[in-house]
């Protein structure tokens, strides 16, 4: 039988949206009071929702140890409690949480081989989310 | 098509235990799961059904029908109880979440009527949940 686990991480990270390709004014314009110059913050929730089969022997899709010591070394450490804009992975990125998702995705798809991935979704406040399936 | 979720929350304890492996690794993979006196959650379910718009009555499930069948055979089932002791399909089958999902599925998925059954969503904590959709 087929089942889809899907699980919740917090962390907290800010950011600044700001285009180099752009005038001030057109930033200004494009990304409004989130182009405030020295940036602002958001709890982000990252829930990422992976498939297959369930283990007769365990009863598991994926062994939630594993996936929580991924998450834990390869998603948070890299992002909690950071300056989006001051990371690598943003020198030539808008950290848009479109952007954050889509690279949180690349990290879990190509370093997380023990079961298959099919979605990331990323909540950047109660009102807004964003899910990327690759 | 419309989809149509019904929510509803169950207290149960349970405790993960293969009892054709060894202690040792009963407690390799299961860690705190594996403590035979089991620990608990407030599970909450999510029952999606899909369907038509009934022209007449503007339903796609009469939803106190749907109601009375969660508790008829989920809830009453499953409800303040502990699963591995209590729930015929748990006896013999470890109560993960996965399972309880499927077990769930299984019991809903030819008592509704006029609607289809869609995804079965188990929260076993607000962080951690699984979607069944009667995939094989």
């Given at each position: 039988?087929?089942?889809?686990?899907?699980?919740?991480?917090?962390?907290?990270?800010?950011?600044?949206?700001?285009?180099?390709?752009?005038?001030?004014?057109?930033?200004?314009?494009?990304?409004?009071?989130?182009?405030?110059?020295?940036?602002?913050?958001?709890?982000?929730?990252?829930?990422?929702?992976?498939?297959?089969?369930?283990?007769?022997?365990?009863?598991?899709?994926?062994?939630?140890?594993?996936?929580?010591?991924?998450?834990?070394?390869?998603?948070?450490?890299?992002?909690?409690?950071?300056?989006?804009?001051?990371?690598?992975?943003?020198?030539?990125?808008?950290?848009?949480?479109?952007?954050?998702?889509?690279?949180?995705?690349?990290?879990?798809?190509?370093?997380?081989?023990?079961?298959?991935?099919?979605?990331?979704?990323?909540?950047?406040?109660?009102?807004?989310?964003?899910?990327?399936?690759? | 098509m419309v989809y149509l979720t019904?929510?509803?929350?169950?207290?149960?304890?349970?405790?993960?235990?293969?009892?054709?492996?060894?202690?040792?690794?009963?407690?390799?993979?299961?860690?705190?799961?594996?403590?035979?006196?089991?620990?608990?959650?407030?599970?909450?379910?999510?029952?999606t059904v899909k369907g038509e718009v009934d022209p007449?009555?503007g339903f796609v499930i009469?939803?106190?029908?749907?109601?009375?069948?969660?508790?008829?055979?989920?809830?009453?089932?499953?409800?303040?109880?502990?699963?591995?002791?209590?729930?015929?399909?748990?006896?013999?089958?470890?109560?993960?979440?996965?399972?309880?999902?499927?077990?769930?599925?299984?019991?809903?998925?030819?008592?509704l009527?006029r609607a289809k059954l869609h995804r079965?969503?188990?929260?076993?904590?607000?962080?951690?949940?699984?979607?069944?959709y009667g995939?094989?």
């Amino acid at each position: 039988m087929k089942a889809h686990l899907s699980r919740r991480y917090l962390f907290s990270a800010s950011h600044r949206l700001h285009s180099e390709a752009m005038s001030d004014e057109e930033n200004h314009a494009t990304y409004g009071k989130c182009n405030n110059p020295y940036g602002h913050g958001h709890n982000y929730i990252v829930e990422v929702t992976v498939s297959g089969q369930v283990d007769p022997k365990t009863g598991m899709v994926c062994n939630l140890v594993d996936l929580d010591g991924f998450m834990e070394r390869e998603v948070l450490c890299r992002f909690d409690h950071e300056n989006l804009n001051t990371l690598r992975e943003f020198a030539r990125n808008v950290p848009t949480t479109e952007n954050l998702c889509i690279r949180i995705y690349e990290i879990v798809h190509r370093g997380f081989r023990e079961v298959h991935l099919e979605r990331v979704r990323l909540e950047e406040t109660m009102m807004n989310s964003f899910e990327y399936r690759g | 098509m419309v989809y149509l979720t019904r929510k509803a929350e169950f207290a149960a304890s349970h405790y993960y235990d293969n009892p054709d492996l060894p202690p040792e690794e009963n407690r390799r993979l299961f860690g705190k799961c594996n403590n035979p006196n089991g620990h608990g959650h407030n599970y909450v379910l999510e029952v999606t059904v899909k369907g038509e718009v009934d022209p007449r009555s503007g339903f796609v499930i009469d939803l106190k029908q749907l109601k009375d069948v969660m508790h008829r055979e989920v809830l009453n089932a499953m409800d303040h109880r502990f699963l591995n002791k209590e729930v015929p399909e748990f006896l013999h089958q470890i109560p993960t979440t996965e399972n309880i999902a499927i077990a769930i599925w299984q019991r809903l998925v030819t008592k509704l009527e006029r609607a289809k059954l869609h995804r079965v969503r188990v929260y076993e904590t607000p962080d951690l949940f699984v979607d069944f959709y009667g995939e094989a």
